[in-house]
T-cell receptor
Framework: GAVVSQHPSWVICKSGTSVKIECRSLDFQATTMFWYRQFPKQSLMLMATSNEGSKATYEQGVEKDKFLINHASLTLSTLTVTSAHPEDSSFYIC??????????????FGEGSRLTVL | SQQGEEDPQALSIQEGENATMNCSYKTSINNLQWYRQNSGRGLVHLILIRSNEREKHSGRLRVTLDTSKKSSSLLITASRAADTASYFCATVLLMDSSYKLIFGSGTRLLVRP
């Protein structure tokens, strides 16, 4: 299957700093990528839909200015957690949509990025 | 908000036994998918069942879908210790011409050797 790479796999930062997480589709182009957040022993919660060349669509309750998403190319979306605080510590997972035909596609997931804010 | 609820939340079985996980969802769907997640890792796609299908098999996996009850089940037969993981159902929602994959709450499966 197609490969989606996330970087970094884990990051520890001080409170108040900003952290950028990258999501790359390695062998296909993805006009749409998704960012999820997962707290320990919980499910994945969709944060936003990242659209290449346009603004991201955020889910209700997700702060746009807090979680900046940029999808500048067909193979790269970035999530920047700005002014991170301990409550932002979580596992962030991206997925990229591979269009397989009209009205059909498949999602491929990255390995996730674990953020710990001290 | 999550689309689906899964039960049980946690399941502990002996190796060789079958494991059944259930998923319920709220809205109409195009398809339903099951994923597996090992602790602290990304997700692995297991199987997809379309809304016009009732049952699907893949190796030791059997998935059923009842659209009238808005529910699905995942059966893992002859479980192995390596099946220990969290399992999530996910439904595809098409809203405003955009595609979203919404996950259920998940079932943590422990297979004891």
């Amino acid at each position: 299957g197609a490969v989606v790479s996330q970087h970094p796999s884990w990051v520890i930062c001080k409170s108040g700093t900003s952290v950028k997480i990258e999501c790359r589709s390695l062998d296909f182009q993805a006009t749409t990528m998704f960012w999820y957040r997962q707290f320990p022993k919980q499910s994945l919660m969709l944060m936003a839909t990242s659209n290449e060349g346009s603004k991201a669509t955020y889910e209700q309750g997700v702060e746009k200015d807090k979680f900046l998403i940029n999808h500048a190319s067909l193979t790269l979306s970035t999530l920047t957690v700005t002014s991170a605080h301990p409550e932002d510590s979580s596992f962030y997972i991206c997925s990229a949509l591979l269009i397989a035909g009209k009205n059909t596609g498949e999602l491929f997931f990255g390995e996730g990025s674990r953020l710990t804010v001290l | 908000s999550q689309q689906g609820e899964e039960d049980p939340q946690a399941l502990s079985i002996q190796e060789g036994e079958n494991a059944t996980m259930n998923c319920s969802y709220k809205t109409s769907i195009n398809n339903l998918q099951w994923y597996r997640q090992n602790s602290g890792r990304g997700l692995v796609h297991l199987i997809l069942i379309r809304s016009n299908e009732r049952e699907k098999h893949s190796g030791r996996l059997r998935v059923t879908l009842d659209t009238s009850k808005k529910s699905s089940s995942l059966l893992i037969t002859a479980s192995r210790a390596a099946d220990t993981a969290s399992y999530f159902c996910a439904t595809v929602l098409l809203m405003d011409s955009s595609y979203k994959l919404i996950f259920g709450s998940g079932t943590r499966l422990l297979v004891r050797p």
